[in-house]
């Protein structure tokens, strides 16, 4: 496309809708909802859309005609400064194009970051690094962003090779995220608690670009939580984009991202190791669209049920209606007389009821009543 | 005998434990020192004390279990420490302090016991200190500051006496400017040390806030319906869902809520005006 004028507004719009497939809530408080149900708490934008990059699921790759802009520091930091004075957001959540080099790229989101602490900005910053940012930088970025990460894709050096041809796996992705790795954990020594920003490591996973599988995902967010401290993951659902080497493939279903961040809470709140997740994967190691905590206590009936008044936390934990939050106060509000109590605590009768059982009390199975 | 006290946590705790001590006592409240002095000159003939002359401290033991939190057991409740309770309680509209003040007395020497609700009094109060909390959270979600020059300006109704708690917040946000709060009929201004009043928040006429003002500033703001419309994805469009995490009954408080509310039932515009 030829160089063309676009004013604030076309350049705030042509740029965050390259960034409304990111879920990037930091569950706190939600300012306003989107007509399909997001909350928006965040200002989500790319720096740039211009991209030297030619990864194959891209909407913003190399060559592909696509209207292209940006959007300077001091606009990002104006726009960013002017909404959350109007209490519309929390923070920013800053992702970029790679303009010629990585290098480059975290420069100039460097430069936005530092604009905006130097200002004073005391809100949240979330930030996506370019594959391949020098040590140097990560370690500054490390400073301002209240998380920040490069985004791993996919789940293996060979499916990574096909689908972003311009980076290496190894290198550009896992390096780096063992470098966040090691700078949020010398920045927790540096910093009392509640003095400055301690950030922490995210990435992302487009979910069926390059056909893996979600036992491979799950297996591989287990790995980076052990040796890179992954805080969260996130998943984007691949979305065939025209004129693309992709735009052939089919969609990945939306509900295989829904599964995905269950998946991925079992696995953050809830203690379990991707190994525990096994059964409820099918023989090619996908999920299905049903609650996988659900499916894993139905296929492990040998646990059930459990009695609330004697379970350890792990045991209700496994329950499906049982959180950690209404774990813990049935362990405090222990003895627990009835299921009126137990759904005043916060339980999701509906689904625990077959899996528990209240001073002996317990739901009836048709396998009772079997010869 | 009279006993007068301030309807604060201070006040309250005060007037409890008095009233446990004198217990035929008729207890009068004040919202401050000015309307309670009035209050009890009205009294004659009579053996009226303030509080503080009875219970000149309220006693370390329940100081110290003040601000303790403790698990609420109830569906998606927060944790609740006995300070926070008797603040939100008193800050709600339809409480009354003699009631609050006699179910205290009744289990004094052990307060915290009140947070296990027990008893029907201490169920109402508990619903009270809900109904103020999640009151103050909506608004310090929904509500839109508008800037005007280096000012910015906000306008809230709230139901319960919440505006003290808000403005706290709103100045501590917006610590570099000054705000102008309008508070269905009055007018205030926070961060006001930095153009010479004593205070951080003074009550201002409304002649003065327009005067800073200059007019009261629109509620549309371009960038922000831009980035809006930009969010939403068509294909994933939820109606019902978004609709109940954007209930109609509480896009009153801020028109930027109510259009978007708008937009969630109705979906987002795509063929502008200005397309023709």
């Given at each position: 496309m030829g160089e063309k004028y676009f004013s604030l507004t076309d350049r705030i719009r042509i740029l965050s809708e390259g960034t409304k497939y990111d879920s990037c809530n930091q569950t706190t408080t939600c300012h306003t909802f989107t007509p399909d149900g997001r909350c928006i708490q965040l200002y989500k934008t790319l720096?740039?859309?211009?991209?030297?990059?030619?990864?194959?699921?891209?909407?913003?790759?190399?060559?592909?005609?696509v209207t292209r802009t940006s959007l300077t520091p001091e606009e990002i930091a104006r726009i960013t400064w002017d909404l959350y004075r109007r209490n519309a957001i929390e923070g920013l959540f800053l992702s970029s194009g790679i303009v010629g080099d990585p290098e480059k790229t975290t420069q100039k989101q460097l430069d936005v970051l530092r604009l905006l602490r130097s200002q004073g900005f005391k809100g949240y910053i979330h930030t996506r690094l370019m594959p391949g940012v020098p040590r140097d930088l990560l370690r500054e970025v490390s400073l301002y962003a209240n998380k920040f990460g490069v985004n791993a894709?996919?789940?293996?050096e060979s499916r990574y090779d096909e689908i972003c041809p311009n980076f290496s796996y190894r290198s550009d992705i896992l390096d780096r995220m063992k470098w966040t790795h090691e700078f949020v954990l010398k920045r927790r020594k540096e910093v009392n608690y509640g003095e400055g920003i301690v950030g922490a490591n995210d990435t992302q996973f487009v979910v069926g670009a390059s056909g893996e599988s979600d036992g491979e995902i799950i297996h591989t967010i287990d790995k980076f939580k052990a040796d890179?401290?992954?805080?969260r993951p996130y998943f984007m659902s691949f979305d065939p984009v025209p004129d693309t080497p992709l735009s052939s493939n089919g969609p990945s279903p939306v509900w295989r991202e829904v599964r995905l961040y269950q998946i991925s809470y079992l696995l953050k709140d809830?203690?379990?190791?991707a190994n525990d997740l096994d059964p409820v994967l099918d023989d090619k190691g996908f999920l299905s669209d049903e609650d996988p905590k659900v499916l894993l206590a139905q296929r492990n009936k040998d646990l059930f049920p459990v009695d609330v008044n004697e379970a350890s936390f792990e045991e209700l934990l496994m329950v499906p209606g049982i959180g950690p939050t209404t774990a813990h106060r049935i362990l405090k509000g222990r003895p627990i007389e009835d299921y009126v109590q137990l759904a005043n605590i916060g339980v999701v009768l509906k689904r625990a009821r077959p899996f528990i059982k209240v001073k002996n009390k317990m739901q009836s199975r048709l396998e009772a009543f079997a010869p | 005998m009279i006993i007068g006290y301030k309807r604060d946590v201070d006040g309250v705790l005060r007037a409890a434990i008095a009233l446990k001590q004198n217990p035929g006592a008729t207890m009068v409240c004040g919202a401050d020192a000015r309307e309670l002095k009035q209050k009890l000159a009205m009294y004659h003939g009579e053996i009226v004390l303030n509080v503080s002359e009875i219970v000149k401290d309220v006693p370390f033991h329940i100081k110290a279990e003040l601000w303790v939190k403790f698990p609420d057991c109830g569906r998606m409740g927060p944790s609740v420490s006995l300070g926070s309770y008797l603040t939100y309680s008193l800050l709600n509209c339809k409480c009354a302090p003699d009631e609050l003040v006699r179910m205290l007395a009744r289990y004094y020497?052990?307060?915290?016991?009140?947070?296990?609700?027990?008893?029907a009094t201490a169920k109402k109060y508990f619903s009270y200190f809900r109904e103020t909390m999640c009151e103050l959270q909506r608004i310090k979600a929904h509500v839109r500051f508008r800037p005007s020059g280096d000012m910015l300006y906000v306008e809230i109704s709230p139901d319960n006496d919440i505006k003290d708690v808000f403005m706290e917040w709103a100045a501590r946000r917006n610590s570099d400017r000054r705000v102008i709060v309008k508070c269905r009929k009055e007018y205030y201004l926070l961060n006001a040390r930095s153009i010479?009043?004593?205070?951080?928040t003074v009550g201002i006429s409304e002649e003065e806030a327009k005067r800073m003002l200059g007019s009261i500033p629109e509620a549309d703001s371009e960038i922000w319906d831009t980035f809006y419309d930009s969010q939403s994805i068509d294909s994933r469009r939820n109606k019902k869902y978004a609709k109940s995490r954007l209930p109609a009954k509480y896009s009153h408080i801020s028109p930027e809520i109510r259009k978007e509310r708008k937009k969630v039932e109705h979906g987002i515009q795509k063929d502008k005006l200005d397309l023709f």
């Amino acid at each position: 496309m030829g160089e063309k004028y676009f004013s604030l507004t076309d350049r705030i719009r042509i740029l965050s809708e390259g960034t409304k497939y990111d879920s990037c809530n930091q569950t706190t408080t939600c300012h306003t909802f989107t007509p399909d149900g997001r909350c928006i708490q965040l200002y989500k934008t790319l720096m740039t859309n211009r991209c030297s990059g030619e990864c194959l699921y891209c909407p913003n790759r190399c060559g592909r005609e696509v209207t292209r802009t940006s959007l300077t520091p001091e606009e990002i930091a104006r726009i960013t400064w002017d909404l959350y004075r109007r209490n519309a957001i929390e923070g920013l959540f800053l992702s970029s194009g790679i303009v010629g080099d990585p290098e480059k790229t975290t420069q100039k989101q460097l430069d936005v970051l530092r604009l905006l602490r130097s200002q004073g900005f005391k809100g949240y910053i979330h930030t996506r690094l370019m594959p391949g940012v020098p040590r140097d930088l990560l370690r500054e970025v490390s400073l301002y962003a209240n998380k920040f990460g490069v985004n791993a894709e996919t789940t293996c050096e060979s499916r990574y090779d096909e689908i972003c041809p311009n980076f290496s796996y190894r290198s550009d992705i896992l390096d780096r995220m063992k470098w966040t790795h090691e700078f949020v954990l010398k920045r927790r020594k540096e910093v009392n608690y509640g003095e400055g920003i301690v950030g922490a490591n995210d990435t992302q996973f487009v979910v069926g670009a390059s056909g893996e599988s979600d036992g491979e995902i799950i297996h591989t967010i287990d790995k980076f939580k052990a040796d890179y401290g992954l805080r969260r993951p996130y998943f984007m659902s691949f979305d065939p984009v025209p004129d693309t080497p992709l735009s052939s493939n089919g969609p990945s279903p939306v509900w295989r991202e829904v599964r995905l961040y269950q998946i991925s809470y079992l696995l953050k709140d809830y203690g379990l190791k991707a190994n525990d997740l096994d059964p409820v994967l099918d023989d090619k190691g996908f999920l299905s669209d049903e609650d996988p905590k659900v499916l894993l206590a139905q296929r492990n009936k040998d646990l059930f049920p459990v009695d609330v008044n004697e379970a350890s936390f792990e045991e209700l934990l496994m329950v499906p209606g049982i959180g950690p939050t209404t774990a813990h106060r049935i362990l405090k509000g222990r003895p627990i007389e009835d299921y009126v109590q137990l759904a005043n605590i916060g339980v999701v009768l509906k689904r625990a009821r077959p899996f528990i059982k209240v001073k002996n009390k317990m739901q009836s199975r048709l396998e009772a009543f079997a010869p | 005998m009279i006993i007068g006290y301030k309807r604060d946590v201070d006040g309250v705790l005060r007037a409890a434990i008095a009233l446990k001590q004198n217990p035929g006592a008729t207890m009068v409240c004040g919202a401050d020192a000015r309307e309670l002095k009035q209050k009890l000159a009205m009294y004659h003939g009579e053996i009226v004390l303030n509080v503080s002359e009875i219970v000149k401290d309220v006693p370390f033991h329940i100081k110290a279990e003040l601000w303790v939190k403790f698990p609420d057991c109830g569906r998606m409740g927060p944790s609740v420490s006995l300070g926070s309770y008797l603040t939100y309680s008193l800050l709600n509209c339809k409480c009354a302090p003699d009631e609050l003040v006699r179910m205290l007395a009744r289990y004094y020497p052990k307060l915290t016991a009140v947070l296990a609700h027990k008893d029907a009094t201490a169920k109402k109060y508990f619903s009270y200190f809900r109904e103020t909390m999640c009151e103050l959270q909506r608004i310090k979600a929904h509500v839109r500051f508008r800037p005007s020059g280096d000012m910015l300006y906000v306008e809230i109704s709230p139901d319960n006496d919440i505006k003290d708690v808000f403005m706290e917040w709103a100045a501590r946000r917006n610590s570099d400017r000054r705000v102008i709060v309008k508070c269905r009929k009055e007018y205030y201004l926070l961060n006001a040390r930095s153009i010479g009043y004593n205070k951080d928040t003074v009550g201002i006429s409304e002649e003065e806030a327009k005067r800073m003002l200059g007019s009261i500033p629109e509620a549309d703001s371009e960038i922000w319906d831009t980035f809006y419309d930009s969010q939403s994805i068509d294909s994933r469009r939820n109606k019902k869902y978004a609709k109940s995490r954007l209930p109609a009954k509480y896009s009153h408080i801020s028109p930027e809520i109510r259009k978007e509310r708008k937009k969630v039932e109705h979906g987002i515009q795509k063929d502008k005006l200005d397309l023709f």
